[in-house]
């Protein structure tokens, strides 16, 4: 059965750093797109990034430059760190998966499974 369970959310002031996490299991992992959206009370859904098969990423425009998405294949697990917090950055964030699709195709797929969520709380 596939899971996601994703880790590390929290408070934090402008311009602090998180590493959200998310467990993967029940699915070959490191040959699916993975990514992460979040939902902020602006947006119901934003796309945050993606990576592929081979480790291509790609990335929303409010967050590229200050976020990074990666992968342990080993581990089966998604991370992605998170830098130079706003408050805009404020919200539940999701680990989400194409299981079996090995590339994530255009900016931002939308996934079949997610995880449940874990919230992110920036204050200025």
């Known amino acids: 059965q596939l899971q996601l369970k994703e880790s590390g959310g929290g408070s934090v002031q402008a311009g602090g750093s998180l590493r959200l996490s998310c467990a993967a299991s029940?699915?070959?992992?490191?040959?699916?797109?993975m990514g992460w959206f979040r939902r902020t009370p602006k947006k119901m859904r934003e796309g945050v990034a993606t990576i592929d098969m081979i480790g291509g990423t790609a990335y929303g425009d409010s967050v590229k430059g200050r976020f990074t998405i990666s992968k342990d294949n080993a581990e089966n697990t998604l991370y992605l760190q998170m830098n130079s917090l706003n408050p805009e950055d404020t919200g539940v964030y999701y680990c989400a998966t194409n299981a079996g699709y090995g590339f994530c195709g255009d900016f931002f797929p939308t996934f079949q499974d997610w995880g449940r969520g874990t919230q992110v709380t920036v204050s200025s």
């Open positions: 029940g699915y070959a992992f490191s040959k699916s797109c």
